[in-house]
């Protein structure tokens, strides 16, 4: 079935209504020129290590179970990573960790992810990104992250009934998810919690219902992790205590 390039992610967004239905939404999506242009051209150009793989080349919707208590948000996928393989943290340095903490922790079934049909299963995770499609140099514009902000919003509210913690790995993912999170029907504290590793806010639910637990993590960049701002033992013990906050563990 041939679906019509999404223009406005805001209609699309608020149409689906499970995540199977929005995560094919957000595969269509061409809100942005400059972003459109850049993931394309990457899966043109390519790097030499892949030149005889087809790139993805399309925005990358979230991964893991729709009922899943813990959310894990980043930035946005790596031109050569998640831009290559149709997967989110998926065949770069980053997702090595990430993915080789969260087996380790029990919550996937498999420590590596190289491809979006490896046969990874993560257990009671669900992974997204504020930004769905990778930018120049890892930094999109405020535009468009309030352009892509529907999708990651919409996402949040379909994941209410079960989402109890929410860990934003690194500033730009904390930034992100504080208006999304109130648009998905959570009180923000006053003053806005500011960013750091280790941080831990509790944000009640607008309508009664359970709270939300926040976490942030610094990003499993290699800048971060080359350099010891993030160790591995670091990221185990902050993803296991949002685990058990979850009630994973």
Known sequence: MEHPPVVDPAPAAEAARTLAELDEQVVH?????????????????????YLDQEYWARPIPGFGPADAPLALVGLAPAAHGGNRTGRIFTGDPSGDLLYATLHRLGLANQPHSTWRDDGLRLHGVRI???????????????????TCRPWIVRELLLMRPTLRAVVALGGFAWQALLPALAAAGWQLPRPRPAFTHGAHAVLPATDGGPPLHLYGCFHVSPRNTYTGRLTPAMLADLLAEAATTAGLR
């Open 29 to 49: 999506c061409r809100a942005c020129p400059r972003l459109v242009a850049w993931r394309e051209e990457a899966a043109r150009t390519k790097r030499r290590a």
């Open 128 to 146: 997204t990104d504020p930004v769905r499609c990778c930018p120049p140099d890892n930094k999109p514009t405020p535009g468009e992250r309030d």
